[in-house]
């Protein structure tokens, strides 16, 4: 009689759960990816001060993060590696059939941990990159050799676009094409598909009108983001539309910067900060849209979450935002990052939002969970496989 299967053990890395959407898909990842199947467990390091903790998030899904403390975003040579070091002997504790890393500081530490440990599936996704609008053209050069040094120990390299998987092989060149895979976000959207539209919960609790246009950005609240951009579209809106009201939904490194620019453009009246809201689906249905004046974006979940509720969205034509929003057939794009340029596209939109149900049902198709854990599913056993029949 044959021994029944042992389930795959998978070991979930991610530098900080911080509020954005690599933590929320690592946290499904690790629930959905459970017994009998499957053993999976989530590693992280410790956030930064002024950044959202959604650690409580991981928490309410049955799930009790492994922390090491050095594991955050910032970088350290001589912390690194004793994080590095810290992660090496948790592998070997924990003895994992997959390591799969996200993102840029974990994937570094957490795929040569894997392949000094000798750990049979070592997979990383770019849930975006960091070439680009982040740091020092030095800094960058730097940080594309550590990425080509460890996509060489990795199965493969996953990607949530086409795009992305484009960038990465032809204009960075950290791996050929053919080890990249791409595989789209999965989200439980259920919260926002069933929220109705125009709920009033919002707005009720900010004193907001319920025939006011109201604009919405959400997100940390850094430079990347652009928030300056949407602040000074705001300016040129309310010139159009004086009832406008524009919230700004999360907190960052320079959410004191941004509130001065509030002051400065004369709109305190007219702009609401809430800080980090656990509650996204009321807000959501209360926006009459959301907006991206990103300068550099990977695939932000506030889009997909969005649209999922039925919120239209404008959004800056940057990284994989194009290729979300079908180039243009789901949301309206805006090819620069002029305010007047973002200003006429939320307007035209406002005067004549798509239909929603569309884009509503693709997001669920694209990005719901269930789809994303069948094709990690195929994937993982796949890669253990091929393993096996090379060792016999």
Same mark, same amino acid.
């Given at each position: 009689?044959?021994?029944?299967?042992?389930?795959?053990?998978?070991?979930?890395?991610?530098?900080?759960?911080?509020?954005?959407?690599?933590?929320?898909?690592?946290?499904?990842?690790?629930?959905?990816? !459970?017994?009998?199947?499957?053993?999976?467990?989530? /590693?992280?390091?410790?956030?930064?001060? =002024?950044?959202?903790?959604?650690?409580?998030?991981?928490?309410?899904?049955?799930?009790?993060?492994?922390?090491?403390?050095?594991?955050?975003?910032?970088?350290?040579?001589? &912390?690194?590696?004793? +994080?590095?070091?810290?992660? @090496?002997?948790?592998?070997?504790?924990?003895?994992?059939?997959?390591?799969?890393?996200? %993102? $840029?500081?974990?994937?570094? /530490?957490?795929?040569?941990?894997?392949?000094?440990?000798?750990?049979?599936?070592?997979?990383?996704?770019?849930?975006?990159?960091?070439?680009?609008? @982040?740091?020092?053209?030095?800094?960058?050069?730097?940080?594309?050799?550590?990425?080509?040094?460890?996509?060489?120990?990795?199965?493969?390299?996953?990607?949530?676009?086409?795009?992305?998987?484009?960038?990465?092989?032809?204009?960075?060149?950290?791996?050929?094409?053919?080890?990249?895979? /791409?595989?789209?976000?999965?989200?439980? #959207? !259920?919260?926002?598909?069933?929220?109705?539209?125009?709920?009033?919960?919002?707005?009720?609790?900010?004193?907001?009108?319920?025939?006011?246009?109201?604009?919405?950005?959400?997100?940390?609240?850094?430079?990347?983001?652009?928030?300056?951009?949407?602040?000074? $579209?705001?300016?040129?809106?309310?010139?159009?539309?004086?009832?406008?009201?524009?919230?700004?939904? !999360?907190?960052?490194?320079? &959410?004191?910067?941004?509130?001065?620019?509030?002051?400065?453009?004369?709109?305190?009246?007219?702009?609401?900060?809430?800080?980090?809201?656990?509650? #996204? %689906?009321?807000? @959501?249905?209360?926006?009459?849209?959301?907006?991206?004046?990103?300068?550099?974006?990977?695939?932000?979940?506030?889009?997909?979450?969005?649209? $999922?509720? =039925?919120?239209?969205?404008?959004?800056? $034509?940057?990284?994989?935002?194009?290729?979300?929003?079908?180039?243009?057939?789901?949301? *309206?794009?805006?090819?620069?990052?002029?305010?007047?340029?973002?200003?006429?596209?939320?307007?035209?939109?406002?005067?004549?939002?798509?239909?929603?149900?569309?884009?509503?049902?693709?997001?669920?198709?694209?990005?719901?969970?269930?789809?994303?854990? *069948?094709?990690?599913?195929?994937?993982?056993?796949?890669?253990?496989?091929?393993?096996?029949?090379?060792? +016999?």
């Amino acid at each position: 009689m044959s021994q029944p299967q042992r389930p795959i053990r998978i070991m979930n890395v991610i530098a900080r759960l911080n509020v954005g959407g690599p933590a929320v898909a690592v946290t499904h990842l690790t629930e959905r990816l !459970g017994a009998p199947d499957y053993e999976s467990i989530l /590693v992280c390091g410790t956030i930064e001060p =002024g950044e959202g903790d959604m650690t409580y998030y991981a928490k309410e899904r049955g799930i009790e993060p492994i922390i090491i403390p050095e594991l955050g975003r910032s970088l350290s040579p001589i &912390r690194d590696i004793k +994080t590095l070091w810290k992660m @090496y002997q948790l592998i070997q504790k924990e003895k994992p059939d997959v390591v799969h890393t996200h %993102a $840029a500081k974990a994937g570094f /530490v957490g795929r040569v941990a894997a392949w000094m440990a000798g750990v049979p599936v070592i997979v990383h996704t770019f849930h975006g990159h960091v070439f680009r609008g @982040y740091f020092s053209p030095n800094k960058t050069r730097f940080f594309i050799i550590l990425e080509r040094i460890t996509a060489r120990m990795s199965d493969t390299i996953i990607t949530l676009s086409d795009g992305l998987r484009r960038e990465l092989a032809e204009e960075y060149h950290i791996t050929r094409k053919g080890r990249i895979t /791409v595989l789209p976000l999965g989200l439980d #959207l !259920g919260g926002f598909t069933q929220m109705a539209r125009k709920s009033g919960v919002f707005r009720k609790d900010h004193g907001i009108a319920a025939d006011a246009p109201l604009i919405g950005i959400v997100g940390r609240i850094t430079p990347i983001k652009n928030h300056a951009l949407f602040l000074k $579209a705001a300016v040129e809106i309310k010139k159009q539309l004086p009832a406008a009201r524009f919230v700004i939904v !999360g907190d960052g490194e320079i &959410r004191a910067e941004i509130e001065a620019l509030v002051d400065a453009l004369g709109l305190r009246e007219a702009v609401i900060f809430t800080g980090w809201q656990k509650d #996204l %689906a009321h807000i @959501y249905s209360d926006l009459d849209l959301l907006v991206i004046s990103s300068v550099n974006e990977g695939t932000p979940v506030t889009v997909i979450e969005a649209l $999922a509720g =039925g919120c239209p969205v404008v959004a800056t $034509a940057v990284g994989g935002v194009p290729e979300l929003l079908d180039h243009g057939k789901l949301g *309206k794009l805006v090819n620069d990052q002029e305010p007047k340029s973002l200003a006429k596209g939320i307007v035209e939109m406002l005067a004549a939002p798509l239909d929603g149900a569309e884009a509503q049902a693709l997001m669920v198709d694209r990005y719901g969970i269930e789809r994303l854990v *069948k094709d990690l599913d195929g994937l993982y056993r796949g890669i253990l496989a091929k393993k096996q029949r090379a060792r +016999t």
